[in-house]
């Protein structure tokens, strides 16, 4: 079999169906491929969907386990799966139609660990480049080890921008990190380094699906622990991937790009907090937390790969505790930062 498809699911039947007939409107045979859906707890209906298109399609298998998180539901498809290569695919988005045939080929005839591959953030349901997408691309791609793909391409953390191949996955005995939050970085950085065949085409293959409908306000002292807690183990991880990444002999491109991937933790985590309307004196003891792991002030953040206006300015007011109080007590009052 040649690729194993991993859906973990959680309360998405509003999306469910469009996801699923995505990934069943591809180029490959039913036999060269399989659909693992594993749902994870969930407590509306998308279990009853997913079961019913496992009905209709042979190629799709379906997993039923009590809620556990998305790393989790995404470790047991891999522990399940036997395609020679994976690709992981969040529920509430969807694919390309058409592409994935060409894509296994591809890297199936040029033996590759990883392919990376385009993405559009779209809030449509229906967005296609159809004959649009240049296909002609496959031809003469360059072929990269881990180190120099990290120097050369504004890699991705999220694992649904790449298909990866089953056993390198096994051989390293990677898995995600449960029970975390942005833990996508460990995970995709690690399996990266690790590769010794990685190309990239210029194929606009996945379809992340913004939900202009969703807020991030959630604000407890439990929550705003667990963010914390979780955003400094993945600050912390990536010193040792930037380790790793030097004993592998990475330039300083690929160093410095791998430092603004630590630092955009800290950027993110900042944004986050704000929307939780956290105080200032809230906001004071996270920043000596990120001080004690070296990655405050934000000093490597902008450049090549994170460079808007919007980065610009809010990286300047990060790294100015006047300003950020400002900024605290205006959110508060206003939230404009939603």
Not at 169 to 189: A, P, Q
Not at 228 to 240: A, L
Request: charged letters at 25%; hydrophobic letters at 40%; a positive charge.
């Amino acid at each position: 079999m040649l690729l194993s498809i991993i859906v973990p699911v959680y309360n998405v039947e509003k999306y469910l169906s469009r996801c699923i007939k995505s990934l069943v409107s591809q180029n490959l045979n039913t036999s060269d491929y399989e659909i693992i859906l594993i749902n994870d707890g969930s407590t509306d209906s998308s279990l009853k969907i997913a079961k019913d298109y496992a009905k209709e399609h042979l190629q799709i298998k379906v997993i039923n386990q009590e809620n556990k998180g998305q790393s989790a539901a995404r470790n047991v498809g891999i522990k399940n799966c036997k395609g020679i290569y994976i690709l992981f695919v969040d529920s509430d988005d969807y694919i390309e139609k058409n592409v994935l045939g060409k894509i296994i080929e591809e890297a199936n005839d040029l033996k590759l660990d990883v392919l990376g591959f385009k993405m559009t953030r779209t809030s449509k349901s229906d967005y296609s480049v159809g004959e649009n997408n240049p296909m002609s691309h496959f031809k003469n791609s360059k072929i990269y080890n881990g180190v120099s793909f990290i120097s050369k391409h504004n890699y991705n953390n999220g694992p649904w921008w790449y298909i990866f191949r089953h056993d390198l996955i096994k051989k390293m005995n990677l898995l995600f990190e449960e029970g975390r939050m942005v833990e996508d970085g460990i995970f995709t950085t690690e399996l990266l380094l690790n590769s010794k065949r990685i190309s990239f085409y210029d194929i606009d293959v996945y379809r992340y699906f913004i939900n202009l409908n969703s807020t991030t306000t959630k604000r407890n002292e439990k929550h705003l622990k667990k963010l914390n807690d979780d955003f400094k183990f993945v600050i912390k991880k990536f010193d040792g991937l930037i380790k790793i990444a030097k004993r592998k002999g990475a330039d300083s491109h690929a160093i410095k790009r791998l430092t603004a991937r630590q630092e955009s933790y800290v950027f993110f985590l900042f944004v986050r907090l704000l929307k939780t309307k956290i105080t200032f004196n809230e906001f004071r003891k996270v920043i000596v937390e990120m001080e004690n792991l070296n990655v405050y002030p934000i000093k490597n953040f902008i450049g090549e790969d994170y460079f808007s206006m919007k980065h610009k300015i809010l990286t300047k007011i990060f790294n100015n505790k006047v300003s950020l109080f400002m900024l605290v007590r205006l959110n508060r009052l206003f939230s404009f930062i939603k």
